[in-house]
């Protein structure tokens, strides 16, 4: 397998606390790879890193091939590199449709004159969009929904949303963070199913969370965080029987999660 | 299932159609007054809220991105500087000194606007409200360029057609139709989607591959050059440019009108621009008394209506659909 | 050019007008800091107490000593009437307080112009002296208003830091939602506020409107340099006004004594606008 995503060294410390330091790992084209850790490990400031929403103080993020290191949001966008956020994040004034339509931009957006005009290629790309969108939203459940008002659907249904709008920009790796934080068990597991279904689609996951049930169940591989550095990586098996894993991390917040 | 969604999508919104009859209307309206009303006083003003229209809906570009900007008289003052001193120094025509005028506008726009686009909220109001007094400082000044405090006398009209009172409203008329029609054109393309999003989620919408300061910058630029179509219309109306013309009073006149009108919308920008430049004209034998009553309708307009005049027609309708 | 007298001058020139604008700027941004109000008709109350000064102490000739701060009371009470009448609409509304107070300033600024005239008018000096110190020339009257202004921001500072309702201003401006549970009555700690924002800038009007000329429009001036202080200190912050008035009253008095008003004005602009791009929070204030 070919590596998609691969960070060397990645660090980042804020007003001299260390929040996220030497980490290295790679994503397989393919793989759904869990972020794991308990609150404060670092987790979040990772996401951030990866997904270019701030930037890192050392190391190197190499994306398909190509150095991207501390390259802004919307250029990882432009390359595939796409995430959601834990809280959820819609344009709350405005239907589900809107809301889906606005995560397709970089294929929506047709050029500033094309757009301007209302051309037919500008229109062609509407219409092919649209069925796009309609498709997505049939599969997350929420076709029904498309004129209702993004801010007034109930927490999971949001969430869902958040992830039709990453899924309309096309990504080739998908990020998640923390995707089922706040969810009943039962709604957990149709996101569960959910992922492993964006993955048939040929999407690279890496899903960040605190849950270890959840996420080991999901992952090909798992990266574990601790104080931001990492505590250990393999697979779910090799982790869960990590000495360091259990007394850092399991054998505290086990119960909880 | 699908398809039908698929179709109710495609289908534009009833409203648009409804608001575009409301502009044709209007239009027609504006073109036919100075033959319904002959008198020369409502002429001049016809003129005037045009050229504000042309103030007033750029700056509600700019707000639309989420930022208010208090500079935006400054910038129609580069653009009136340029055109007039461009024809009366260097004896341009006036259909090479107007884009000239806006583009001298949309210049210092590109030059600080990657700077002050990064701040915002109440910051890039204070950073805007000190630019545009930079500015105001720049055509105080620069004597020997701008004519200091006295400003330029005798700006000649822009073409012989245009020298009446007559021509010159159907120059500006023109202007407004042209500039607004730009402006509700972006707004409701693709392009306005994006600007919309970005000032709603700006994060989000990164994510999403929007490149935000880019577009800000962009948006900003546009609406500084159409800010300068009524800077350097002014001075030919006026027939003279001084710096009162351009001051923060006047930003703040076009912002006012951008609020009392309503924010979120371009139609806002237009009500707002008739309601502040027909009243002050109407009331003006006595000047003070209608600025304290101005004042205390801002206040009351802030205090009960925030969404500005255009509210009321919203709520009117909510009250209807409640019965 | 730099004799010991003319910078000593420099330097009293600075104080004085250093401690209005300190006495402007602490206003504004207990208004801000506290209610999240931006006071757009700050200029207008600076007006108003100059009027009062001119009247108490120009025409009906008061102790110079009482008609300063009496001038400035009466401003602060008859505003309370403009606190419960339209101030109140506005706390916490911070965008709509903008708009809302420039209206206001409007109407201020002009029913001024209707009641007195556009004209200005001269409050005459406390005294006409001058103080020798050494070799050194020193008008009086402007170490009076540095002496006064230092009184009251003595005050002021006690007053916040000792008394009951100063902490609970304070805390108001702290986070408003814990002050209301920890049981503090936000709409008096509000008044209070209110009161003490608007009794230091008419103070402030009186003494720069003796400094300079009276007149309806001569707010503006105050209002974009409380602007400026309360941003180079940081937004809210009562120790970065002080520090941001005491800057800017210095700059402006050397820059202007020795090239000239306009590169002073020129020069406070461009640094402020440059620290908002990339210090918004300001000198003493903490990013967000």
């Known amino acids: 397998m070919s590596r998609l995503l691969e960070t060397s060294g990645l660090s980042r410390s804020f007003g001299g606390l260390r929040a996220v330091a030497g980490l290295s790992f790679a994503v397989a084209e393919g793989e759904i790879l869990g972020l794991i850790g308990p609150n404060g490990a670092g987790k979040t400031t990772a996401i951030n890193l990866l997904s270019g929403v701030i930037k890192p103080n050392a190391g190197r993020v190499v994306f398909a091939g190509e150095e991207v290191t501390g390259l802004p949001p919307h250029h990882l966008a432009r390359k595939g590199l796409v995430r959601t956020f834990q809280s959820t994040v819609v344009y709350g004034h405005r239907t589900v449709r809107e809301n889906a339509l606005r995560g397709a931009f970089l294929g929506l957006y047709p050029g500033v004159v094309p757009a301007f005009l209302g051309t037919l290629r500008a229109r062609a790309r509407r219409r092919e969009t649209e069925d796009r969108i309609a498709e997505l939203l049939a599969w997350f459940g929420l076709d029904h929904l498309g004129e209702a008002i993004a801010g007034s659907l109930p927490y999971g249904r949001q969430k869902s949303l958040g992830m039709v709008i990453a899924l309309a920009a096309r990504p080739r790796l998908l990020m998640l963070d923390e995707p089922v934080a706040g969810l009943a068990a039962e709604e957990a597991d149709q996101v569960l199913e959910t992922i492993r279904r964006i993955r048939q689609r040929g999407v690279t996951l890496i899903v960040v969370d605190h849950n270890m049930r959840f996420i080991s169940g999901l992952c090909d591989r798992l990266v574990v965080l601790h104080h931001g550095q990492e505590l250990a990586q393999g697979t779910p098996q090799q982790v869960l029987a990590d000495s360091a894993v259990i007394a850092a991390y399991l054998g505290r917040g086990h119960g909880a999660a | 299932m699908a398809s039908v969604i698929g179709a109710a999508a495609r289908s534009t919104r009833p409203r648009i159609s409804a608001l575009h009859g409301l502009v044709a209307g209007a239009a027609l309206l504006l073109a036919l007054w100075p033959l319904v009303f002959g008198n020369k006083f409502l002429l001049a003003l016809a003129t005037l809220v045009a050229l504000y229209a042309i103030g007033a809906a750029s700056l509600h570009l700019i707000i639309r991105t989420g930022h208010v900007s208090f500079a ?60 545009g007094e930079i500015l105001r400082l720049v055509f105080t000044e620069w004597t020997a360029v701008t004519g200091g405090s006295n400003g330029i006398f005798d700006v000649p009209p822009p073409a012989p057609v245009f020298a009446t009172p007559l021509g010159f409203y159907y120059l500006a008329l023109g202007a407004a139709v042209l500039c607004v029609g730009i402006v509700a054109r972006i707004l409701g393309s693709e392009i306005g989607r994006t600007i919309d999003a970005l000032r709603e989620a700006e994060r989000l919408a990164e994510c999403s591959g929007v490149p935000v300061i880019r577009w800000k910058v962009a948006v900003f630029v546009v609406a500084c050059a159409l800010a300068g179509v009524q800077g350097v219309l002014q001075a030919h109306y006026l027939r003279l ?46 000047v003070e008394m209608q600025r304290v009553f101005f004042g205390i309708i801002l206040i009351i307009v802030m205090a009960a209506l925030p969404g500005g005049i255009i509210e009321i027609g919203a709520r009117l309708r909510a009250l209807g659909k409640a019965r | 050019m730099f004799t010991p007298t003319l910078l000593a001058q420099v330097v009293v020139n600075g104080l004085s007008l250093g401690a209005i604008y300190v006495l402007v700027a602490l206003g504004f941004t207990l208004l801000f800091g506290i209610m999240r109000v931006v006071n757009f008709a700050h200029g207008a109350f600076a007006v108003l107490g100059g009027y009062a000064l001119y009247y108490l102490y120009g025409q009906y000739r008061l102790p110079y000593i009482l008609a300063v701060p009496l001038s400035a009371l009466l401003v602060a009470v008859i505003s309370l009437l403009l606190e419960r009448c339209v101030f109140r609409w506005f706390y916490q509304k911070m965008f709509q307080s903008m708009i809302g107070l420039l209206g206001l300033n409007m109407a201020l600024v002009f029913g001024s112009v209707i009641i007195w005239d556009t004209y200005e008018r001269a409050i005459p000096p ?161 990013p967000e």
């Not at chain 2, 707002?272 to 009243?279: E, H, V």
């Open chain 2, 241 to 286: 440019i001084d710096p009162t013309t351009f001051s923060i009073v006047e930003s703040l006149n076009l912002v006012v009108m951008n609020v009392i009108g309503g924010m979120q919308r371009l139609a806002g920008a237009l009500i707002g621009a008739l309601f502040l430049t027909a009243l002050p004209e109407l009331l003006r034998g006595y």
């Open chain 2, 72 to 131: 935006h008289a400054g910038f129609m003052g580069v653009a009136g500087y340029v055109a007039v001193l461009s024809q009366m120094r260097l004896g341009l025509p006036f259909a090479a000194a107007l884009p000239l005028g806006c583009l001298a506008a949309a210049t210092v726009a590109l030059a600080i606007g990657p700077l002050i686009l990064r701040v915002t909220g109440k910051y890039f109001v204070l950073v805007t409200f000190l630019f």
């Open chain 3, 126 to 286: 406390a005294f006409n002296g001058m103080l020798q110190l050494g070799g050194v020339i020193l008008p009086l009257d402007r170490l009076m208003v540095v002496a006064i202004a230092a009184a009251i921001l003595a005050l002021f500072w006690l007053f916040m830091s000792r008394s009951r309702w100063g902490l609970a201003m304070r805390a108001a401006a702290q986070d408003v939602e814990i002050a209301e549970a920890q049981g503090i009555d936000t709409l008096s700690t509000y008044r209070l506020a209110f009161f003490i924002a608007i009794f230091m800038t008419a103070l402030a009007g009186g003494l720069y409107a003796q400094i300079y000329a009276l007149s309806p429009f001569m707010g503006d001036r105050p209002l974009v340099v409380a602007f400026i202080a309360v941003i180079l200190g940081g937004m809210g912050s009562i120790p970065g006004a002080a520090l941001g008035g005491l800057i800017l009253g210095f700059t402006e008095s050397f820059l202007s004594t020795f090239y000239g008003a306009t590169l002073s004005a020129f020069v406070s602009f461009g640094v402020v606008i440059l620290l908002l791009i990339f210090r918004p929070w300001g000198l003493l204030g903490t």
